[in-house]
């Protein structure tokens, strides 16, 4: 997996120093034989998108800059790499199509992946069907063939766990949980659920 590029806050989204015109007007850099290797969401907490715009959230100038076109802010950002260079490049849709050489519907069709991830995290975050445990020292859901379980810690903050569908468990105890309970709802959910989907 290539190494990532150092990142830099900017304008209130994280993003890397771009060219002047993005990385289209680097000619040392190949203009085909890219391969897409991630996926992420660059606002998980904005409500999902649809073709006719943004419902709500942060502007399009706090989501990061499209790195070969330099112009297109995107959301759902494409992690491409190419074996003659060392970096990533995080890149929208279209210009995925550009670099990989894969029709535009392709890439739509793999999007929706990390699109109905942000639509499942709004439907979690949304859920009131949280109920006591058995021991009564915490709160489950049954979820989408998923039992998500928090718990109270003697620190003040939750812990967090969840049966998969294959009755095995993720306990992600190393994680610093925070105090608020809907916070730690969708954290539990993060865990469970990376942003960062491989392609």
């Known amino acids: 997996m290539p190494r990532d590029i150092q990142r830099t806050t900017t304008g209130g989204a994280q993003q890397r120093p771009l060219r002047p015109l993005g990385a289209v007007s680097d000619m040392s850099l190949p203009r085909m034989g890219w391969i897409c290797v991630c996926m992420y969401d660059a606002a998980p907490d904005r409500r999902p998108d649809d073709d006719d715009g943004w419902h709500d959230g942060p502007s ?3 989501l990061p800059l499209c790195e070969w076109c330099g112009h297109q802010h995107i959301r759902y950002v494409h992690q491409l790499h190419h074996p003659d260079v060392p970096d990533v490049l995080e890149v929208g849709c279209v210009c995925v199509g550009r670099l ?5 519907e392709t890439v739509k069709e ?3 992946g990390v699109r109905n991830r942000s639509a ?3 439907t979690f975050s949304q859920n ?3 109920t006591p445990t058995a021991d009564k020292k915490g709160i ?3 979820h989408m063939s998923h039992i998500y379980v928090l718990k109270p810690t003697r620190t003040g903050s939750w812990s967090g766990s969840c049966m998969l569908p294959d009755e095995t468990w993720i306990r992600p105890s190393e994680w610093s949980w ?3 309970l ?3 709802k969708l954290a539990l959910f993060d865990a469970v659920h990376p942003a960062r989907i491989a392609v």
Do not use: S, Y
Request: without cysteine.
């Open 100 to 104: 990989t050489g894969e029709p535009v």
């Open 128 to 130: 009131n069907n949280w």
């Open 120 to 122: 499942r995290r709004e």
């Open 60 to 62: 399009d100038d706090a």
């Open 110 to 112: 793999r999007e929706k």
């Open 182 to 184: 809907e916070t730690a």
């Open 178 to 180: 925070p105090r608020d």
């Open 140 to 142: 489950r859901l049954r």
